[in-house]
């Protein structure tokens, strides 16, 4: 079992913009917690104090039909106690929508898309697909990372709880957030804006590495494709049918860009989002059909035979 | 009457902000300055028949069936007129301009906003013409005063939204 | 107390057979009747939503579960949010609004019985129109089906882009009719709260079930109409080419959003409104205390109706809109609970120092208030922006919004079945089996909706038709699912028990609760004219006046 309890729980914070609404959080259940538990009381011993015992005797209570003092204090208390909470909620709002963007941040662009995550360093000539790495930052020294999110189809939502609040990805409509995690790590979520009938695998994988990790990383990720000479026919199979229109893998014929980059596939420990494990068996699964997996996704199944899926699958295997 | 008036309000208030809100925003295609003529004087036919069913509702009240009836027919002319300036000014900028409502931001939301208003005119006009028709038949009488005025609320509005319409069209758009 | 009614000789023969009959009720323009239709197509959707909702339940019940294809899942809350909001909820407060008014005011019928008898007939067939789509939705390639965007519908995925077929419009459609029956039935109860209410009863004397309805009603019409100007743009958009949300022509998926949430969100006051109105009736009555601080109620009320039309953006929070606008809509949202706890507070101080007698509708009332209280502060909690960025969309605010409209509305609801029950048809439920009904369905709702909280803080979003395991949600969706259960076996209980009462429940005569406001003046059920004479009204409760003509209510007011 994850220590936090679950390892989406938005009350274990490892980055600034997840704290600070943790604070807030706290502060606003405190108050309704409180509110509740005087109403509460109110409420339990109003049910049972003036509950009707015995027989009825034909007599009615007092008739009260209000006071104004009583009106006024409970119009006045609320008010104060929500400009209160909206004071409190307001500093939040301004202290991370308006963070300054410092020279040292990461900027990478995500831009969603029906069911998978793209994302580009455009700084570090880096793209890649569905786990995305960023560096730990230091509290004393932060180097924040800071996300552009773009859409390429319909509307999408960026949501890892223990990192930052969830943001929309809108087609048209361009949007930034960004996060300091400071505790390495891998960090899940997944998408949160409904966004068609794969939206429930459409999972966020964010690795957060050490600097060190993070520059080999993004070392190993700038190199082309490598390729094996034993998986040509693999190659060969991948070239002719219409994977290439899709997908892109550096270096060769593949340039496509409706689908994820695959330059590095075997860099990833997941395939589809998330939705499977990165294994042979799953790649051949999913080469074979996708709807195996994730029935309803945007990959077709181009009619290849369990042989040339498990062609294309040793190929794929190769791309480091 | 005037709750309907207040939902149909509603519904116009908002094709007005979408009109507002993609001025300047079409990527491609003619813009309003590049095409859209002010329809001066279909505007003035249209305002004048407020003038006229008000006119016409002043004489079934003081029982002159046969005067309100002559301003309700003018009333119906001048909205047909206004129709007809409507349809030209479309077959214009179809056919000369390009403009249609595929076209782009611009070509939607301006079709639809003076498309909802040409529908509600002509909603009005079958109307103003079914009780044009009673009338001729004889069986308007002063003590349908009351309902021949609620039928002229929903015109004037009518009116109203197209001077609202002409504003933020041709004035404030172009 | 009874009075008679005026025996009425028919000048036709008293129709008998079973044509005949239901002939009448299809062309009935009665207010009466139409309200029962109302209740009763409610009703059956009430089943069918829950069905959706069972489906959907067992769906969810234990991670990368199996039950149904991620495509009939996603038609399953599309399906369930539409139909529980539009074709259930709505048709209930028009049902009990058309029965009640004319009777609460001392009114012969409402001021337009034939557009009443039109709106009804929208309103049903756009139900119908919708559930159409399961049959007959199939568009090109077989896409079609049952609408699968989500009950709001976000712009694009309803393009013909990406929602091939004719699901999309089946939604579109089906709102467009039964939104021409709301804004009708709105302008009916409009127009009789002020034109017809009889003698000596000026507005500040009416019930606040009448207020209520008012200020849902002006809601309706201001609010429906955004949603119908939306959908028209869509169908422009689908059908004529038009680009109004289409963000390839630089159109604005934001936009639809605006427009749809400044209906979305005083359609929820709509729901609640209400609801608020059979609390507002049923408390003093069983507390046998006058409502205290009428007056204040009125004003809280038409507060709520005015400030809700300005917090629809706390909807649309993570969209990334300003700083300063984020703002703003934190500031509304949190006003809107001011009013909204005022009227909490007045109903306590109902109860506080009268003489409660716990009948099974005190019992969904008092339920409701604890209810609604917990509903609203989650609601204030959501309401503080940077909050919501973590809550919503996810299964907190799923939780959030059900407290409200089951454990709020549906509980008001049954309570006002239960409390007008006799006065529609003229028996007594049974009380055992109405407590039965209670019972179950407070804890089915509590093992689903208290514990639905905590997988959204835990991270799991809404429309998911499956998880992950390993996130800590697994249990907690367990127990939301058996939850379920005792829920459908109280709403069985409560089925069972409004028929077997109908057919064998004691006589109830016309006042049975010794209540105070005008409909329990006439028999049970009322005459078709509702009230051979009207007593004299003088106060808030003309008919706590006659029955203590020592000391009337309007010695006080």
């Known amino acids: 079992m994850h220590p936090s309890f679950s390892p989406t729980n938005i009350f274990a914070p490892v980055s600034t913009p997840a704290h600070s609404i943790v604070d807030l959080s706290v502060f606003v259940l405190i108050v309704t917690a409180a509110i509740f538990v005087v109403v509460f009381s109110l409420l339990a011993y109003a049910a ?7 027989e009825s005797d034909g007599h009615e209570p007092t008739q009260v039909y209000g006071s104004t003092q009583v009106e006024l204090a409970w119009t006045v208390i609320p008010t104060l106690i929500v400009v209160v909470l909206f004071l409190a909620a307001a500093r939040v709002i301004a202290s991370i929508q308006n963070a300054a963007r410092p020279s040292n941040a990461l900027e990478v662009t995500v831009i969603g898309h029906q069911f998978w995550w793209e994302y580009r360093y455009p700084s570090l000539k880096v793209v890649t697909a569905n786990e995305l790495h960023i560096p730990v ?23 890892v709880p223990r990192l930052a609040g969830k943001t929309d990805l809108i087609p048209n409509h361009p949007n930034s957030m960004w996060m300091d995690p400071q505790e390495t790590g891998l960090y899940l979520g997944q998408c949160a804006q409904y966004c068609g009938t794969q939206h429930a695998k459409m999972l966020l994988l964010v690795y957060v590495d050490s600097r060190e990790d993070f520059d080999r990383w993004i070392r190993q990720q700038s190199r082309p494709a490598q390729v094996a000479a034993t998986a040509s026919e693999g190659r060969r199979i991948f070239e002719t049918t219409a994977c290439v229109s899709c997908h892109t893998i550096a270096g060769t014929r593949a340039n496509g860009t409706f689908g994820p980059d695959l330059t590095h596939l075997m860099s990833r420990q997941t395939i589809a989002a998330g939705a499977a494990k990165n294994t042979l068996g799953n790649l051949i699964a999913w080469i074979y059909n996708p709807a195996l997996i994730k029935p309803g996704c945007e990959m077709p199944s181009m009619g290849l035979s369990t042989q040339q899926a498990a062609e294309v699958a040793e190929y794929l295997a190769t791309l480091r | 009457m005037y709750c309907l008036i207040a939902a149909e309000a509603a519904i116009f208030t908002i094709f007005v902000v979408a009109y507002i809100f993609y001025l300047g925003k079409s990527l491609t295609g003619p813009q309003p300055e590049d095409v859209l003529r002010v329809p001066i004087f279909f505007t003035i036919c249209l305002l004048s028949s407020s003038l006229t069913i008000h006119l016409a509702v002043k004489s079934l009240r003081s029982g002159k069936v046969h005067v309100f009836s002559l301003w309700w027919l003018l009333t119906i002319a001048l909205g047909a007129v206004f129709l007809t300036g409507t349809a030209r000014e479309w077959g214009r900028l179809i056919y000369e301009e390009g403009l249609t409502i595929q076209t782009n931001l611009f070509g939607t939301t301006y079709y639809s906003l003076v498309g909802l208003h040409a529908f509600h005119v002509t909603v009005g006009l079958l109307a103003l013409a079914t009780v044009a028709i009673f009338t001729l038949l004889g069986y308007v009488r002063q003590e349908h005063a009351e309902r021949a005025e609620v039928l002229s609320m929903y015109w004037h509005f009518v009116d109203v939204v197209w001077v609202v319409v002409f504003i933020v069209v041709y004035i404030v758009g172009l | 107390m009874s009075t008679e009614s005026i025996a009425l000789t028919r000048p036709t023969a008293v129709p008998t057979s079973l044509v005949e009959r239901l002939h009448e009720w299809v062309t009935t323009v009665d207010h009466k009747r139409l309200g029962i239709l109302y209740i009763l197509y409610a009703l059956l959707f009430l089943l069918i939503g829950g ?31 539409t139909t529980m909001i539009f074709f259930v909820i709505m048709p209930f407060m028009f049902g009990f609004a058309n029965y009640l008014i004319p009777l609460m005011i001392g009114a012969r019928d409402l001021a337009f019985p034939r557009l009443n008898a039109f709106s009804f007939w929208m309103t049903a067939f756009g139900g119908l129109l919708l559930y159409f789509s399961f049959v007959g939705g199939d568009g090109l390639y077989g896409a079609g089906n049952a609408p699968d965007v989500g009950w709001f519908a976000y712009a694009p995925l309803t393009s013909q882009t990406f929602s091939r077929g004719h699901s999309t419009d089946f939604w579109i459609l089906s709102l467009l009719v039964s939104g021409v029956g709301s804004v009708g039935t709105a302008i009916n109860i409009i127009a009789t709260v002020l034109c017809m209410r009889c003698k000596g009863m000026t507005l500040g004397k009416m019930p606040l079930l009448a207020w209520l309805n008012l200020t849902m009603a002006g809601l309706v019409i201001l609010a429906v109409s955004p949603l119908t100007a939306a959908q028209l743009m869509l169908l422009v958009d689908r059908y004529l080419g038009g680009h109004f949300f289409d963000t390839q022509a630089g159109g604005s998926a934001v936009m639809w959003m605006h427009f749809f949430w400044v209906f979305g969100h005083p359609e929820v006051y709509v729901l609640v409104i209400p609801a608020f109105a059979f609390a507002s009736e049923i408390i003093p009555v069983f507390s046998r205390k006058a409502i205290f601080g009428y007056p204040v109620m009125v004003a809280a009320t038409i507060c709520i109706g005015f400030i809700s039309m300005s917090v629809w953006a706390h909807h649309m929070f993570t969209v990334g809109m300003s700083s300063a606008a984020n703002t703003f809509f934190v500031l509304s949202t949190m006003a809107i609970a001011v009013p909204t706890g005022i009227k909490i507070f007045n109903w306590l101080a109902t109860m506080w120092g009268g003489q409660i007698h716990f009948k099974v509708p005190m019992l969904f009332c008092t339920a409701f208030l604890f209810q609604f209280l917990i509903a609203g502060l989650t609601g204030i909690m959501q309401g503080a922006a940077p909050f919501d960025w973590q809550l919503t969309a996810s299964y907190f605010v799923i939780a959030h919004f059900h407290y409200v409209i089951v454990g709020g509305i549906l509980f008001t609801l049954f309570g006002a079945f239960y409390y007008w029950f006799p006065k529609m048809s003229g028996r007594m439920y049974n009380e055992a089996l109405g407590k039965l009904h209670f019972w179950l369905f407070i804890i089915g709702f509590h093992m689903t ?63 049975p609760w010794d ?15 509702n009230f051979a004479e009207i007593p004299e009204v003088r106060s808030r409760r003309p008919l706590w006046d006659l029955k203590h003509p020592e000391d009337p209510d309007w010695q006080y007011e």
């Open chain 1, 48 to 54: 049972v104090k003036f509950r009707k015992r015995g």
């Open chain 1, 137 to 159: 930052s230091n509290p004393a020294h932060p180097t924040p990372t800071f996300l552009t999110l773009l859409s390429a189809d319909t509307d999408h939502s960026f949501w």
């Open chain 3, 51 to 81: 069905l959706e909702a069972i489906i959907m339940r067992i769906q969810l019940i234990h991670p990368l579960n199996n039950f149904v294809s991620p495509q009939v899942f996603n038609r399953m809350f599309t399906m369930h949010g």
């Open chain 3, 449 to 511: 909706f208290d514990f639905m909280h905590i997988p959204g803080i835990l991270g799991m979003p809404r429309r998911i038709y499956t998880y992950e395991p390993g996130r800590g949600w697994d249990n907690w969706n367990l127990i939301v699912t058996i939850g379920v259960f005792f829920q459908a076996a109280g709403v069985l209980a409560f089925i069972g028990n409004l028929l077997w009462s109908y057919w064998r429940g004691k006589v109830a005569g016309s006042d």
């Open chain 3, 515 to 529: 209540a105070w406001t005008l409909e329990w003046f006439t028999t049970s059920p009322p005459p078709i004219y």
